[in-house]
């Protein structure tokens, strides 16, 4: 004979199971099955979280017991991908791993590279003129907390030809895009918040949610138009999400460009919903043709924080970036003010010249064309491997997105390939699910060269046997 307490849980398993509560639904609460099944509280709690133990419910503070969502989305890889509820992110040491390697963005660190790029030479150059003009007592006052003014000038002129018309006081000069997403989820978020994110996506936000101990709501998204927002809008009706970071433009790993009706319906749910949208627009600049317009041109309603940085589209040394944070911009300036007190302003006013000079478009063109023919180099070997692969084919960013056998371990295969130097990018690292350990992220930022043309045709035999 069954005890109380299992014959309470069978009666709600039966219930979930024949969707008499459906997923995102509230059961009944503990008094009221109390009352019903003429059990103790004690009794009634036991089962309900028997039944949480199992990921079935999930208990909320002071609103009580809800249906997990059990849900699947087929992706444009063929996958089936389940949306877990909400957890605390735990990473390895992988990423760290790769940096240490200089490894971020290429499979062969250390390779013989081609000549440093003209845009580059002419940045070079504008940083030393303006490194040259610091006279008098100006290197013992530190930068305003918005940084310089000039290159804040200069970003609401190049956004101005992407569609937003930005004044430069809506901009905040930060070290680097990782910096700015950390001030961003530092502004609007408290510990325990809950974020939504693409998956995969970029480990970055994966890093920073761990540190900042955020709990990570993953969303399936799609290697051509990212996110999948009909999705969004069921686990907010389900979850308190407090932020959702979004890379519309090319994003990370896969390239995704977000159609205007996504992102229309996505700003809809932040204002229904009272959600903080984070744009990661950093590869917006990558684009083979006109990049498209921000997120942010059509937030009428101060709730995308917009974070970007030149490290993607000129130089990953140059730790340049900016935050743009609608109704939290003040909170922001304080928050750089007190963990990173200042930036440098020669840098600063140094690459304002650059652009000013008409040299950062110039670069942009030269890097479209090159970026492109790297691109199409890499998807004619990916074609020709003996194995089944299906690549993601993006317009614009730095990498494409592999989904190689289910029987393969990128993981393994990552650890197989250093003897030879090669260092991979395994799926794993996009995302905490476990569900892409079989897929790789490659990169076409720099040119095939003999050497990783080489490192590339071995990577199957590697991935194969590891």
Not at 69 to 77: L, N
């Amino acid at each position: 004979m069954d005890y109380r307490y299992q014959q309470l849980e069978q009666y709600l398993l039966k219930g979930i199971q024949t969707q008499r509560w459906r997923s995102g639904e509230r059961l009944p609460s503990i008094r009221q099955l109390c009352l019903d099944h003429q059990v103790s509280k004690a009794t009634a709690i036991h089962a309900l979280q028997r039944l949480e133990a199992q990921g079935l419910l999930e208990a909320r503070p002071k609103a009580g017991y809800f249906v997990t969502y059990q849900f699947k989305a087929a992706t444009g890889g063929g996958l089936r991908r389940s949306v877990d509820p909400p957890r605390l992110v735990t990473e390895t040491d992988l990423l760290l791993d790769i940096m240490r390697r200089s490894a971020a963005f290429d499979l062969l660190p250390g390779a013989a590279t081609s000549p440093t790029p003209p845009g580059i030479v002419a940045m070079n150059r504008s940083i030393a003129r303006s490194l040259r003009r610091q006279e008098g007592a100006g290197f013992q006052y530190y930068d305003e907390p918005a940084g310089d003014r000039t290159l804040r000038e200069q970003l609401a002129l190049h956004y101005a030809r992407r569609g937003w018309q930005p004044e430069p006081d809506q901009f905040c000069i930060t070290t680097g895009c990782q910096n700015a997403l950390f001030l961003a989820l530092l502004a609007s978020c408290q510990k325990g918040d809950v974020v939504a994110v693409e998956t995969p996506g970029f480990y970055g936000v994966l890093q920073l949610l761990q540190q900042l101990e955020l709990k990570v709501l993953e969303v399936p998204a799609s290697p051509e138009t990212g996110i999948d927002v009909d999705l969004l809008q069921n686990v907010l009706s389900c979850w308190p999400v407090r932020a959702c970071i979004v890379s519309p433009a090319f994003a990370t790993p896969g390239g995704a460009v977000m159609p205007l009706p996504a992102k229309q319906k996505l700003l809809a749910l932040a204002k229904r919903f009272d959600l903080v949208v984070i744009e990661d627009d950093i590869y917006a600049d990558t684009a083979f043709n006109h990049p498209p317009e921000p997120l942010k041109a059509l937030d009428t309603d101060d709730r995308v924080i917009l974070c970007s940085s030149f490290s993607k589209s000129v130089s990953r040394d140059i730790r340049l970036g900016w935050i743009s944070g609608g109704r939290w911009q003040e909170r922001i300036l304080y928050l750089k003010l007190v963990t990173q007190l200042a930036g440098s302003r020669y840098l600063q006013q140094g690459f304002a010249d650059f652009m000013a000079e008409g040299h950062f478009v110039s670069h942009l063109r030269r890097q479209r064309n090159q970026l492109r023919e790297n691109r199409d180099c890499l998807l004619a070997v990916l074609h020709q491997w003996e194995m089944p692969v299906k690549v993601s084919a993006p317009a614009g960013g730095l990498a494409v997105w592999v989904e190689l056998p289910e029987s393969i371990d990128t993981l393994k295969s990552y650890r197989a390939a250093l003897p030879d130097n090669i260092v991979l990018t395994p799926g794993s690292l996009f995302s905490v699910s476990g569900q892409f350990n079989h897929c790789l992220r490659i990169s076409f930022a720099h040119r095939w060269d003999e050497k990783r043309f080489e490192a590339l045709n071995r990577l199957p035999k590697i991935l194969m046997n590891a």
